[in-house]
Protein backbone atom coordinates (compact mmCIF):
# COMPACT_ATOMS: atom_id res chain seq x y z
CA UNK A 1 0.00 0.00 0.00
CA UNK A 2 1.35 3.39 -1.02
CA UNK A 3 0.40 6.24 1.71
CA UNK A 4 1.01 10.08 0.62
CA UNK A 5 -0.46 13.02 1.40
CA UNK A 6 -2.48 14.90 -1.50
CA UNK A 7 -0.83 16.44 -3.68
CA UNK A 8 2.57 14.38 -3.40
CA UNK A 9 2.32 12.38 -6.54
CA UNK A 10 0.67 9.18 -5.95
CA UNK A 11 -1.10 8.96 -9.28
CA UNK A 12 2.45 9.81 -10.80
CA UNK A 13 3.22 7.07 -8.84
CA UNK A 14 0.04 4.68 -9.81
CA UNK A 15 0.90 5.45 -13.58
CA UNK A 16 4.55 4.66 -13.03
CA UNK A 17 3.71 1.08 -11.32
CA UNK A 18 1.61 0.34 -14.35
CA UNK A 19 4.70 1.59 -16.89
CA UNK A 20 6.41 -0.69 -14.53
CA UNK A 21 4.58 -3.93 -14.26
CA UNK A 22 3.89 -3.65 -17.94
CA UNK A 23 7.58 -3.70 -18.68
CA UNK A 24 8.24 -7.15 -16.71
CA UNK A 25 4.86 -8.73 -19.16
CA UNK A 26 2.01 -8.39 -16.33
CA UNK A 27 -1.08 -7.42 -18.70
CA UNK A 28 0.24 -9.44 -21.34
CA UNK A 29 -1.09 -12.40 -23.27
CA UNK A 30 -4.32 -11.36 -23.64
CA UNK A 31 -4.60 -9.84 -19.88
CA UNK A 32 -5.29 -6.99 -18.72
CA UNK A 33 -3.89 -4.64 -15.71
CA UNK A 34 -7.05 -3.10 -14.05
CA UNK A 35 -6.83 0.19 -12.42
CA UNK A 36 -9.88 1.49 -10.13
CA UNK A 37 -10.91 4.85 -8.55
CA UNK A 38 -13.98 6.35 -7.92
CA UNK A 39 -14.66 9.49 -9.62
CA UNK A 40 -15.21 9.90 -13.38
CA UNK A 41 -12.90 12.58 -12.79
CA UNK A 42 -10.60 10.63 -11.12
CA UNK A 43 -10.44 7.93 -13.95
CA UNK A 44 -10.15 10.61 -16.72
CA UNK A 45 -7.14 11.78 -14.64
CA UNK A 46 -5.40 8.73 -14.05
CA UNK A 47 -5.74 7.99 -18.19
CA UNK A 48 -4.06 11.00 -18.41
CA UNK A 49 -1.00 10.44 -16.67
CA UNK A 50 -0.78 6.71 -18.06
CA UNK A 51 -0.89 8.12 -21.42
CA UNK A 52 2.98 9.91 -20.66
CA UNK A 53 4.65 6.50 -19.98
CA UNK A 54 2.83 4.10 -22.35
CA UNK A 55 2.22 4.08 -26.00
CA UNK A 56 -1.83 4.72 -27.22
CA UNK A 57 -1.51 0.85 -28.34
CA UNK A 58 -0.64 -0.31 -24.77
CA UNK A 59 -2.98 1.46 -22.74
CA UNK A 60 -5.73 0.52 -24.51
CA UNK A 61 -5.60 -3.24 -25.14
CA UNK A 62 -3.46 -3.42 -21.38
CA UNK A 63 -5.34 -1.49 -18.92
CA UNK A 64 -8.60 -1.32 -17.52
CA UNK A 65 -9.09 2.36 -16.06
CA UNK A 66 -12.65 2.25 -14.91
CA UNK A 67 -14.68 3.39 -11.27
CA UNK A 68 -16.01 1.36 -8.69
CA UNK A 69 -19.61 2.12 -10.05
CA UNK A 70 -18.62 0.78 -13.76
CA UNK A 71 -16.94 -1.88 -12.92
CA UNK A 72 -19.89 -3.36 -11.17
CA UNK A 73 -21.84 -2.32 -13.81
CA UNK A 74 -19.72 -4.23 -15.99
CA UNK A 75 -19.74 -7.62 -13.81
CA UNK A 76 -23.64 -7.30 -13.63
CA UNK A 77 -24.52 -6.47 -16.52
CA UNK A 78 -22.42 -9.83 -18.07
CA UNK A 79 -23.26 -11.99 -15.29
CA UNK A 80 -26.95 -11.02 -14.59
CA UNK A 81 -28.45 -13.87 -15.52
CA UNK A 82 -26.17 -16.16 -12.97
CA UNK A 83 -28.53 -14.49 -10.22
CA UNK A 84 -31.81 -14.32 -11.99
CA UNK A 85 -31.60 -10.66 -13.24
CA UNK A 86 -32.34 -9.82 -16.93
CA UNK A 87 -28.94 -8.09 -18.65
CA UNK A 88 -31.06 -5.50 -19.51
CA UNK A 89 -32.44 -4.11 -16.66
CA UNK A 90 -31.89 -0.46 -16.66
CA UNK A 91 -28.68 1.05 -14.96
CA UNK A 92 -28.77 3.84 -12.80
CA UNK A 93 -28.18 7.66 -14.07
CA UNK A 94 -28.84 9.35 -11.57
CA UNK A 95 -30.28 9.73 -7.58
CA UNK A 96 -33.46 7.97 -8.71
CA UNK A 97 -34.30 7.24 -4.98
CA UNK A 98 -34.45 11.35 -4.52
CA UNK A 99 -36.18 11.46 -7.65
CA UNK A 100 -38.94 9.26 -7.41
CA UNK A 101 -39.32 10.07 -3.40
CA UNK A 102 -39.67 14.12 -4.79
CA UNK A 103 -41.81 12.83 -7.48
CA UNK A 104 -44.39 11.05 -4.56
CA UNK A 105 -44.08 14.59 -2.99
CA UNK A 106 -42.16 13.09 0.43
CA UNK A 107 -40.50 15.80 2.49
CA UNK A 108 -36.61 15.71 3.73
CA UNK A 109 -38.28 13.41 6.84
CA UNK A 110 -39.62 10.57 4.86
CA UNK A 111 -36.63 10.66 1.95
CA UNK A 112 -33.56 10.72 4.75
CA UNK A 113 -34.87 7.51 6.85
CA UNK A 114 -35.55 5.20 3.75
CA UNK A 115 -32.58 6.45 2.15
CA UNK A 116 -30.68 5.85 4.51
CA UNK A 117 -32.57 2.02 5.49
CA UNK A 118 -32.08 1.30 1.50
CA UNK A 119 -28.38 2.27 1.76
CA UNK A 120 -27.45 0.13 5.17
CA UNK A 121 -29.36 -3.07 3.65
CA UNK A 122 -27.43 -3.11 0.44
CA UNK A 123 -24.35 -2.55 2.21
CA UNK A 124 -24.61 -6.57 2.04
CA UNK A 125 -23.91 -9.28 -0.96
CA UNK A 126 -28.05 -9.85 -1.01
CA UNK A 127 -30.32 -10.36 -3.51
CA UNK A 128 -33.11 -8.78 -3.80
CA UNK A 129 -35.82 -10.78 -1.92
CA UNK A 130 -33.26 -10.95 1.05
CA UNK A 131 -32.66 -6.98 1.08
CA UNK A 132 -36.85 -6.93 1.20
CA UNK A 133 -36.70 -9.35 3.99
CA UNK A 134 -34.02 -7.26 5.79
CA UNK A 135 -36.28 -3.74 4.93
CA UNK A 136 -39.42 -5.54 6.72
CA UNK A 137 -37.31 -6.88 9.79
CA UNK A 138 -35.92 -3.04 9.88
CA UNK A 139 -39.24 -1.82 10.05
CA UNK A 140 -38.44 0.86 6.88
CA UNK A 141 -42.10 0.68 5.53
CA UNK A 142 -40.83 3.87 3.37
CA UNK A 143 -38.06 2.00 2.10
CA UNK A 144 -40.02 -0.95 1.53
CA UNK A 145 -42.06 0.96 -0.52
CA UNK A 146 -39.17 2.37 -2.67
CA UNK A 147 -37.84 -1.16 -3.28
CA UNK A 148 -41.21 -2.58 -4.48
CA UNK A 149 -41.19 0.10 -7.32
CA UNK A 150 -37.65 -0.08 -8.24
CA UNK A 151 -38.46 -3.36 -9.07
CA UNK A 152 -41.45 -2.63 -10.91
CA UNK A 153 -39.33 0.00 -12.74
CA UNK A 154 -36.76 -2.53 -13.52
CA UNK A 155 -34.03 -0.52 -12.86
CA UNK A 156 -31.23 -0.47 -10.48
CA UNK A 157 -29.84 2.28 -8.28
CA UNK A 158 -26.19 3.06 -7.43
CA UNK A 159 -26.33 1.25 -4.04
CA UNK A 160 -27.71 -1.57 -6.04
CA UNK A 161 -24.21 -1.83 -8.07
CA UNK A 162 -21.70 -2.61 -5.65
CA UNK A 163 -24.31 -4.88 -4.01
CA UNK A 164 -24.86 -7.38 -7.04
CA UNK A 165 -21.02 -7.30 -8.30
CA UNK A 166 -19.90 -8.24 -4.52
CA UNK A 167 -22.90 -11.15 -5.09
CA UNK A 168 -22.06 -12.26 -8.08
CA UNK A 169 -17.91 -12.24 -7.00
CA UNK A 170 -19.03 -14.83 -4.55
CA UNK A 171 -20.11 -17.52 -7.39
CA UNK A 172 -16.13 -18.84 -7.71
CA UNK A 173 -17.27 -19.22 -11.61
CA UNK A 174 -18.04 -15.61 -11.91
CA UNK A 175 -14.72 -14.83 -9.86
CA UNK A 176 -12.64 -16.61 -11.43
CA UNK A 177 -13.27 -15.10 -15.11
CA UNK A 178 -11.94 -11.69 -13.37
CA UNK A 179 -9.15 -13.03 -11.85
CA UNK A 180 -7.85 -14.64 -14.71
CA UNK A 181 -8.73 -12.11 -16.44
CA UNK A 182 -7.09 -9.15 -14.49
CA UNK A 183 -3.01 -9.46 -13.93
CA UNK A 184 -3.03 -7.14 -11.75
CA UNK A 185 -5.25 -4.90 -9.50
CA UNK A 186 -4.52 -1.47 -8.41
CA UNK A 187 -6.93 0.34 -6.59
CA UNK A 188 -6.88 4.49 -5.83
CA UNK A 189 -7.92 6.38 -3.25
CA UNK A 190 -8.10 3.26 -1.19
CA UNK A 191 -9.19 5.44 2.23
CA UNK A 192 -12.96 5.70 1.18
CA UNK A 193 -13.60 2.35 0.25
CA UNK A 194 -16.84 0.85 1.46
CA UNK A 195 -15.97 -2.65 3.04
CA UNK A 196 -18.26 -3.59 0.29
CA UNK A 197 -15.88 -2.45 -2.48
CA UNK A 198 -12.94 -3.77 -0.83
CA UNK A 199 -14.49 -7.10 -0.56
CA UNK A 200 -15.00 -7.06 -4.15
CA UNK A 201 -11.61 -5.94 -4.73
CA UNK A 202 -9.70 -8.54 -2.77
CA UNK A 203 -12.57 -11.30 -4.77
CA UNK A 204 -10.24 -10.20 -7.78
CA UNK A 205 -7.04 -11.71 -6.40
CA UNK A 206 -7.76 -13.59 -3.58
CA UNK A 207 -7.09 -17.00 -5.36
CA UNK A 208 -3.98 -16.16 -7.31
CA UNK A 209 -1.33 -14.56 -4.63
CA UNK A 210 0.91 -13.98 -7.41
CA UNK A 211 -1.48 -11.25 -8.58
CA UNK A 212 -0.24 -7.69 -7.70
CA UNK A 213 -2.63 -5.65 -5.78
CA UNK A 214 -1.22 -2.42 -5.27
CA UNK A 215 -3.44 0.02 -2.87
CA UNK A 216 -3.35 3.83 -2.56
CA UNK A 217 -4.25 5.83 -0.02
CA UNK A 218 -4.75 9.99 0.76
CA UNK A 219 -3.19 10.86 3.94
CA UNK A 220 -3.66 14.63 5.51
CA UNK A 221 -3.83 15.70 8.90
CA UNK A 222 -7.44 16.62 8.74
CA UNK A 223 -8.30 12.69 7.32
CA UNK A 224 -6.32 11.78 10.51
CA UNK A 225 -8.54 13.88 12.27
CA UNK A 226 -12.16 13.41 10.87
CA UNK A 227 -11.85 9.75 9.75
CA UNK A 228 -10.05 6.20 9.51
CA UNK A 229 -9.99 3.45 7.03
CA UNK A 230 -12.48 1.24 7.38
CA UNK A 231 -10.34 -1.86 6.49
CA UNK A 232 -6.45 -2.24 6.41
CA UNK A 233 -5.37 -4.19 3.24
CA UNK A 234 -3.63 -7.57 4.52
CA UNK A 235 -0.19 -8.89 2.78
CA UNK A 236 1.46 -5.99 0.81
CA UNK A 237 3.67 -3.80 2.30
CA UNK A 238 3.15 0.21 2.98
CA UNK A 239 5.15 2.52 1.73
CA UNK A 240 5.22 5.90 3.21
CA UNK A 241 6.27 9.44 1.85
Partial sequence: MVVAPAGCGKTEALALRVAGLIE?????????ILV???SNRARDNIRDRMRAYLPT???RDR???TNFHGLSARIVRAH???????PEITLPESDWVGEQCRRWGWGWGQIGPAAQALKT????????????RLL????ASGAVELERERLLQHRLTYDDLPRLAELLLTNESVA???RNHFDAVVVDEFQDLTPQQYESCRQLVTARRRTPAIWLKESTALRALTRQPLMQPSGPSVRRW
Fill in 24 to 32: RGVGGGGKR
Fill in 63 to 65: VTV
Fill in 176 to 178: SLY
Fill in 57 to 59: GTL
Fill in 80 to 86: ARTIGLD
Fill in 136 to 139: LDMG
Fill in 36 to 38: STF
Fill in 121 to 132: AKQQALDDVAVE
